[in-house]
């Protein structure tokens, strides 16, 4: 019989978190592919998750013995009930179709709640509940052994998921494959659930009666109060510390599944470790780590030239490893008996909620000029972290003529160890002030949403001829534009007249006629100063501060204004808005189309779908050019775009620009045409890279199948 607890146990917890990627990918396109919706995905199963464990607590202290599997036997007919009617009416079980997308994309939390919600809330919300009830039931089974062997492995279970997913079923495997294995591998966890809960339902297993201490709220537990403090707390620091370094990271690379599940794998990891007995822990180690990371990522925040990418990936991955592996062994060390575990798992749950909807929900609120979630949570855990030495200080004194048994606690005094960790504390905190006012004194305008933190800065600071200012998202420039009205039209950046959208406006077969020209992304509007009289040029931009900075309300930045062309703007994501307008009366018959849509460093990846392509096919002229802004300091999109052009039969000409770092930075460009003679056009050839021919042909990138990981530099 244990052998069935802990397959049930393990089944779940694979599903739990298979299901996490798979459901953040099928959604991420609907909502501009920006990191908050996998902190906001994450925040609506943290959410599930306590929901769970509450109902778990709820049925094991409240409910008589037998109706406990009766009524858990009646939810999970009904979660395979609710699969049926989606297998019958979606695609596939799990992946809403696109008409689920919303309309308005201003800050679309409760519209990715509600999807989830619908999607996949009822089976998640059971593989939850699991791992506490079978853990409950074993233990009453088997009262001489102890269930907390069976969390290791649900941890285990989750970390077998987690890394699987990037690794084997995202690279092979579409996403409407994924869900069809992935209900079937439900069914067989609700047929092991359903037995385990008929035994109950037929007394085979003994069942504790409600009304015991489990279920009330008495003297004892009364007097636990700090405990239960610290397990939310310990519990909340270690996901926001979760949700904050995911968000980090994949601003600085990309919003994909393999950066989602690196510091969730790590965050399970240390559960593993932690509740497999702590064999693997001693504190003052891990403290001393955790103080000294911690000093490094503020270091990072300020470092210029920045760290690369791969050293930043160490030291967040380190840090998170170290923080978790501290509140986790903490949290292990003050877990309850047996008899409290759904209590005590139910206050986790509710504190990685609690974490969760500090990051999502409370941080862009509290700080609306950067991402400072991550550096305050480092300050939270640091002050918890010093509670715990503190309140471990009290040393136990024996008294002379009682029993070896009765103990008494001397007065606490603070240990050498208290007075550092407060220390470190204070110097942390007063570094991260010191930094904000810094980075707000050089800063002219900042601002946050869904979408991300936006600032501009002045740059040439030292060269009053060449003063500028530069709009960046995170980390990453989105251009620059001089002070000076001489050269104040001058087009920056990635988008000089040698780049390869500036080849493709300046030698387009339409001129010297008007061109129609669409942007995928407004950015500060740099490619509008190319515009001549009759010429449109009209932008599709899903962020809203981005549309308000770009039309100059702080007078800084006149691209748009100062263009001789008519500018139009179309807010909203520009896939879904292409959509509509083709739905609504046919084609924009651009001559130029403009990829240059950027989240993190990259491109987001349902605008390089094979059906993405087919829209913007559907919107040129005959004569029409795409042109797509590749650069990257990590994935090689060349790849994935030369693979769409023979796709749809396009010729295509890789355009890269060494920049001269006072007009215009290093860009890569990519420009696709049906017609041969503009690829030959003198302008273009030369300028141009011959395809490798050695390059591996990349896998054609859907709407169900992409994956970033095969085009890795």
């Given at each position: 019989m244990p052998s069935y607890y802990a397959f049930s146990i393990l089944l779940s917890a694979f599903l739990l978190f298979q299901i996490q990627p798979m459901i953040g990918k099928t959604i991420l396109p609907w909502f501009g592919g920006t990191p908050t919706v996998w902190s906001t995905v994450l925040l609506f199963f943290q959410v599930l998750l306590t929901a769970g464990y509450a109902y778990a607590y709820w049925l094991l202290g409240r409910v008589r013995g037998r109706w406990q599997g009766t009524v858990h036997l009646g939810l999970l007919a009904l979660s395979l009930v609710l699969l049926l009617a989606t297998a019958l009416l979606w695609r596939s079980p799990l992946t809403p179709p696109a008409s689920w997308r919303p309309l308005d994309g201003d800050f679309?939390?409760?519209?990715?709640?509600?999807?989830?919600?619908?999607?996949v809330g009822i089976p998640y919300?059971?593989?939850?509940?699991?791992?506490?009830?079978?853990?409950?039931?074993?233990?009453?089974?088997?009262?001489?052994?102890?269930?907390y062997r069976l969390y290791a492995l649900s941890n285990a279970g989750s970390l077998v998921a987690l890394v699987s997913y990037p690794l084997?079923?995202?690279?092979?495997?579409?996403?409407?494959?994924?869900?069809?294995l992935w209900t079937a591998g439900y069914t067989l966890f609700v047929a092991v659930a359903a037995y385990l809960a008929w035994r109950i339902t037929a007394g085979r297993a003994v069942a504790e009666q409600p009304g015991t201490p489990e279920s009330q709220l008495g003297a004892e537990k009364r007097s636990r109060l700090g405990v239960y403090a610290l397990w939310l707390g310990l519990a909340a620091c270690a996901t926001t510390l979760l949700m904050a370094v995911t968000n980090q990271v994949t601003q600085e690379v990309a919003v994909i599944p393999?950066?989602?599940?690196?510091?969730?794998?790590?965050?399970?990891?240390?559960?593993?470790?932690?509740?497999?007995?702590?064999?693997?822990y001693s504190r003052r180690p891990y403290l001393a780590a955790f103080f000294i990371l911690s000093l490094i990522s503020l270091w990072m925040l300020v470092k210029n030239p920045p760290f690369s990418?791969?050293?930043?990936?160490?030291?967040?991955?380190?840090?998170?490893?170290?923080?978790?592996?501290?509140?986790?062994?903490?949290?292990?060390?003050?877990?309850?008996?047996?008899?409290?575990?759904?209590?005590?798992?139910?206050?986790?749950?509710?504190?990685?909620?609690?974490?969760?909807?500090?990051?999502?929900?409370?941080?862009?609120?509290l700080f609306?000029?950067?991402?400072?979630?991550?550096?305050?949570?480092?300050?939270?855990?640091?002050?918890?972290?010093?509670?715990?030495?503190?309140?471990?200080?009290?040393?136990?004194?024996?008294?002379?003529?009682?029993?070896?048994s009765v103990r008494h606690a001397a007065p606490r005094r603070f240990k050498p160890a208290v007075f550092a960790s407060a220390a470190a504390v204070f110097v942390l905190g007063l570094l991260i002030v010191l930094i904000m006012r810094a980075i707000s004194t050089d800063t002219l305008v900042a601002t946050r949403n869904f979408y991300g933190v936006l600032r501009v800065w002045e740059i040439n600071t030292a060269q009053p001829e060449l003063l500028a200012y530069q709009l960046?998202?995170?980390?990453?420039?989105?251009?620059?534009?001089?002070?000076?009205?001489e050269i104040r039209k001058v087009p920056t950046a990635y988008y000089s007249e040698p780049s390869g959208v500036g080849l493709a406006i300046a030698n387009h077969p339409a001129r010297p006629g008007p061109l129609r020209v669409g942007a995928l992304g407004l950015g500060i509007g740099i490619i509008a100063s190319y515009g001549q009289p009759g010429d449109v040029y009209r932008f599709y931009e899903i962020n809203p501060d981005i549309i308000r900075i770009a039309q100059g309300e702080d007078g800084r930045f006149s691209f748009l204004r100062d263009s001789d062309a008519d500018i139009q703007i179309v807010p909203g994501d520009a896939r879904v808005s292409l959509e509509r307008e083709w739905a609504a009366g046919g084609s924009q018959r651009f001559d130029l189309l403009v990829l240059d849509t950027f989240s993190g460093d990259t491109i987001p990846l349902h605008l390089l779908t094979q059906e993405a392509f087919a829209i913007y096919q559907q919107h040129l002229n005959p004569g029409g050019v795409i042109a797509i802004n590749v650069s990257n300091r990590i994935f090689d999109l060349s790849q994935a775009v030369y693979r769409l052009a023979d796709e749809f039969q396009l010729g295509a000409a890789l355009i890269e620009h060494p920049g001269d770092r006072l007009q215009s930075y290093d860009s890569l460009w990519m420009l696709l045409s049906r017609e041969p003679a503009f690829l030959q056009l003198p302008a273009i050839a030369s300028r141009s890279t011959p395809r490798p021919a050695s390059q591996a042909a990349a896998r054609l990138w859907t709407d169900d199948y992409s994956n970033l990981l095969q085009i890795i530099r």
């Open positions: 679309p939390v409760w519209d990715i709640f509600r999807v989830l919600a619908v999607s919300f059971l593989l939850a509940t699991n791992s506490t009830l079978m853990q409950a039931w074993f233990s009453r089974d088997h009262a001489q052994q102890t269930p084997i079923f995202e690279p092979l495997l579409t996403l409407r494959t994924q869900a069809y393999f950066l989602w599940v690196l510091p969730l794998t790590v965050y399970l990891l240390t559960f593993i470790l932690a509740f497999a007995g702590g064999r693997w990418i791969s050293a930043q990936l160490i030291v967040y991955t380190l840090l998170l490893f170290s923080a978790c592996m501290l509140c986790h062994n903490e949290l292990f060390r003050l877990r309850p008996s047996p008899r409290g575990l759904s209590s005590f798992y139910l206050m986790v749950a509710l504190g990685g909620a609690l974490g969760g909807i500090f990051v999502t929900l409370a941080a862009p609120l609306t000029t950067g991402f400072w979630e991550l550096q305050w949570g480092l300050v939270a855990c640091g002050i918890l972290l010093t509670l715990v030495l503190q309140a471990d200080s009290a040393p136990v004194v024996r008294k002379r003529g009682v029993k070896a960046t998202h995170g980390r990453t420039a989105h251009g620059f534009q001089f002070a000076a009205n």
